[in-house]
T-cell receptor, first 115, second 113 residues
Framework: AQSVAQPEDQVNVAEGNPLTVKCTYS??????LFWYVQYPNRGLQFLLK??????LVKGSYGFEAEFNKSQTSFHLKKPSALVSDSALYFC?????????????FGKGTKLSVIP | SQTIHQWPATLVQPVGSPLSLECTVE??????LYWYRQAAGRGLQLLFY??????ISSEVPQNLSASRPQDRQFILSSKKLLLSDSGFYLC????????????FGSGTRLTVV
């Protein structure tokens, strides 16, 4: 079975500082990894994904994530946080070739960027 | 690209009343469709998924049911709502192949009173 862990319920960061939202995964096989963002009372929006190739993936709104196979991690990063980045962030994993193509989501991390 | 329409955006219903939430998908054929519930703005709970017309898999036994009468339509229903059914309901789809993730609808906020 595949699983995703987001060890921090909440991350607080000052505006202009770098931010990191952590994600680790457990799968058998090579995973597809995703990050989504959710603003209040909205659906989830796709940020970026890792499929294969370069371990550093760049996505929307200046976010990037680094795939680390040895540490089974896929942490989300941004060099300089904005107040508008405050939202709920979800990491997700899928193993290619597995059944119904479901994503398994982490429980989410609330990011608060303090002005 | 895919677009998902969900309605209504908000709904307040009394305990014991019926429920019908609708989700329709544009831009793709034969998508996999999913209903999620999100309580208190946190984790996502998968309720149902469908890989084709009339094919429904239930992940969590409860007071809700789902149907897929058409390829691009997914309906979440209840005959009698409970207080515990309150939450934010999200419809999602993926193409079921390749490296695609999900596309989500904008959600329905259901409050059972």
């Amino acid at each position: 079975a595949q699983s995703v862990a987001q060890p921090e319920d909440q991350v607080n960061v000052a505006e202009g500082n770098p931010l990191t939202v952590k994600c680790t995964y457990s799968v058998s096989g090579n995973p597809y990894l995703f990050w989504y963002v959710q603003y209040p009372n909205r659906g989830l929006q796709f940020l970026l994904k890792y499929i294969t190739g370069d371990n550093l993936v760049k996505g929307s709104y200046g976010f990037e994530a680094e795939f680390n196979k040895s540490q089974t991690s896929f942490h989300l990063k941004k060099p300089s946080a904005l107040v508008s980045d405050s939202a709920l962030y979800f990491c997700a994993v899928r193993v290619p070739g597995a059944g119904s193509y479901q994503l398994t989501f982490g429980k989410g991390t609330k990011l608060s960027v303090i002005p | 690209s895919q677009t998902i329409h969900q309605w209504p955006a908000t709904l307040v219903q009394p305990v014991g009343s019926p429920l019908s939430l609708e989700c329709t998908v544009e831009g793709t054929s034969n998508p996999n469709l999913y209903w999620y519930r999100q309580a208190a703005g946190r984790g996502l709970q998968l309720l149902f998924y469908s890989v084709g017309i009339g094919q429904i898999s239930s992940e969590v036994p409860q007071n809700l049911s789902a149907s897929r009468p058409q390829d691009r339509q997914f309906i979440l229903s209840s005959k009698k709502l409970l207080l515990s059914d309150s939450g934010f309901y999200l419809c999602a789809e993926n193409l079921g192949q390749g490296s695609y993730g999900y596309t989500f609808g904008s959600g329905t906020r259901l409050t059972v009173v």
